[in-house]
């Protein structure tokens, strides 16, 4: 080859990918400034794009994107009338000359944009659904709503874009339409279920029966799983379980699907009957699973029903699954630990010492030690502190110093409960439990006593939720003890426990009691505690008289601020929270 | 600083490093300072404490631009008690301490400025309208400053002129429902707005509400010709004008008044009769929830709205300007903007006589304006609630003790105190 032939080639060769790396580099550059907030520049950079080629869809999408946040939209109108002149067939330049025109305000443009897209495509509904979003745009419902009819009309579908019209009813709070929109748009597109649950699920308290009622005037399964995911959401989830047991399809993995549905719902749900019914979900699944998956399955169920209090329906489930030799090994640990969980929920505490032992070889030391200290809380529970007592005495874990430090208390040796709980510092349980100990140690360090049996036995009573016994229980020991040594915090409990048990006259004169000058560490947060008091009994000015002294007694108190907040409150200063 | 004031200074600082400390020195010092620089603990509540101490027949004063804005007050049992209760910051003072103080506050461009009389204070709101929907009724609230409710049949019934100064928020003076009639339609409280209204107007025998609130724009324009203070908020202050420009002309949609709006609105407009705007074009389309172009912000107008940014408080001189000073009292100069119907007031319709207090620099808009009227005087701030800059209908009330240091607050409390202050020839 003769050198300047050769070296032609050379430029030729050079100069076909030097076009296609310049037009990369505008795109990089602009992509780059919008990235970084230069929002003018981008436009300006993807404007200087499209002159060179102005049917570029990422350019025109580019500048459409920079020139919204500059609230200037509408200046890309001559580049789309471009591109459309470039690209007269591309749905994205369709699309985006629809959102062009509509933030123009030209909604002829908006129509006429939208029947020439039609035209060049008469089978999709793309056209019509950015018609009708672009008329969302100027918060122009009923011209979307007839953008969307007309393109059900011309496409001879009646559920063409039953999605986009069952959305436009829910933001006008017509929750029958979009519940028959849903429908057909669920009919159509199973994957929309979700959705229409979600959306349909916001529907409110007032609107609900009539929904039920068109939903059970259906007779196909797409309804009768609608039904049962909105019942289970709206608080009836055994009541959906019902509905769907009547039309589980015969075919086994179609059951599961249509199970593992309701299942999604209900485990959005805290409560003991959606927890329950997650337990029959569970069962009603398992029963249609291959054994290895089903025994995982039915331990799943028996941890929802023990969840939701129900034991004997937990048994069931875990019955013969611990026990049972072709039960996967991991399955049959947890299974025998749920049970042991179950066995000491329903007080049965002996037999499930008996059972822990027996799975004492395949429990890890950590997981054997939490569910004995579990075991020697029921104990405590009982009152069996003894029982409890041997049941932990080798755990040294701050928390068994911690169980420990409460069953000395209700033993009422108070000082070798004070030394365990310091032990077992602020890290044994989760910060609640935590709270409660450091609760207790200023309780008990006022007392300056070391056993104090009576005192024991009123918070053994409170442990086991006999408030009124234990409130009466408080205040005979505080009857006898110096305000200022622990009397006062001892009436202070008192008062607390008996206004949270609906006592306020007890309450009131327990708080009194404490809120004494003998006690200024204590008299503070009785005063605020009477003040609650009295602003819930409708007694607002004497409580204002209360917090005032409050704040004025015990000026450098930590319950100051609080208290002023309070007293704002019953002024009427700020809203009630 | 030499050392022996250094020290001094030190210890004062820590007598007054807590409300309480104050309560418990009480009996050794003459006067109280209430500091309104950052060192106070509760700015909103300082107001409320001046104001209660002016009620309870104490002569009190206001030091402007000294510690931004302190208030001095007799050191009496009631008004330490009343600090400490509120969480009030005071500083015990002796005389040589404020001889001091005088002596600063004669050389800089400060001034004290007597405090007399405790303002009698009327919110225009109707009967039912929540506490917590108006920023001023929440400031008030919080501060511990009483007032009195009123709405069109006491305006009517001349009973403003027993106040000193009238609050307006956001209502809608020409009577078009803050022109939410169509976009919120069905509406509980709309509905109950409207029924609200239309039955004030037929009890007060209009013929429409947008007649109705007509008249009483003007029996509040006449309050403050008469020596009265005049304090709006939000959508009060340009309804309030339009309203008085009218005079007559239909401004109003047809779902108001039973007839549409008059095409030529804007060229009818008699700008000389309003407080604040002129030359501003009117909105004529019925479902937009904007009245004009006296907004700067346009919220409510998709396409014309404008983000917030920061708003400047001027500096006046104290002892010129004694009025533009007080109401600019802050411990921030530069404050955070927020929404309202009307939010801000653009330049381009303000009359030339207006005082501009706070703008949003470089912007065509302002944020802050006073300006007189016959005998009394006028301040418009634009925008809803200081505190929730997004301010949307149902939002969860704002709850001043979350903000006890709000400056933006502290303008609408500068303007409860200004009508307190003791009149004194100008300098100039």
Redo the contacts between chains.
Sequence with gaps: MPPLSRSCLWFVLLLIPARGWSQQTGITRAFDLERRGDYAAAAEAYRAMLTGKPGDVSALLGLERSLLPL?RSAEILPAVRAALKAAPSSSAVYGIALRAWA?A?QPDSVRSVAERWARIAPTEEAPYREWGAAELGR?NRSAARAAYLRGRERLGRPDAMAAEMAQLSLAEADYATALREWLLAVGRLPGYRATAVSTLGQAPQSARPELLRLLRRESDIVARRIEAELRARWGDPLGGFGVLTTVLPADRVQAIAVLRGLLDQLRTLRTPGARRTEGMVLEAIAARSPEVQASRTRLEAAQAYTAAGDRAAARRMLGGLADNRATPRSVASDAATTLVGVLIDEGKLAEATGRLAELRPTLSADDYDAIRRRIAFGWMKQGNLERADSAIAADSSVEGLALSGHIHLYQGDIGRAVELFKEAGPYAGDRAEATHRTTLLALLQPLDRDSMPELGQALLQLEQGDTAEAAAGLERVAAGLPASHGGAELYLLAGRLSAASGKPVEAERLLRAAAVKEAPSTAPAAELALAELLISGRRGAEAVEIL?HL??TY??SAL??QA??K??EA?????K? | MRRREFVSQGCAGLVAVSPLASWRFRSQAPWLLVPMDDVQTDHLKAYGLTYRALKRGVKAEWFLNYRSGAFLLPSDAGTARDAALAGVLVEPLDDGQLVQIRGGLQGGNMDAVPLEKPPKVAVYAPPNAPPWDDAVTMALNYAGIEFEKVWDAEVMGQKLKTYDWLHLHHEDFTGQYSKFFLNYAGSAWLVDMVEQNRAMARTLGFPSVPAEKAAVAGAIANFVDKGGFLFAMCTATETLDLALAAAGTDIAASYADGDPMDPNATARMKWDRAFAFHNAQLELSPTTPVYSDIDGHQVNSPERRQPLGSYTLFNFSAKIDPVATMLVQNHRQVIPDFYGLTTSFSRKTLKPSVTVLAEETGAPWVKYIHGEHGQGTWTFFGGHDPEDPQHQIGDAPTDLSLHPHSPGYRLILNNVLFPAAKKKELKT
Excluded: F
């Design positions: 609230n933030a305000d918060q005032e704040i004025l000026s450098r100051v601020p002023r907040r007293l704002d002024r009427g200063a700020v809203p929270t």
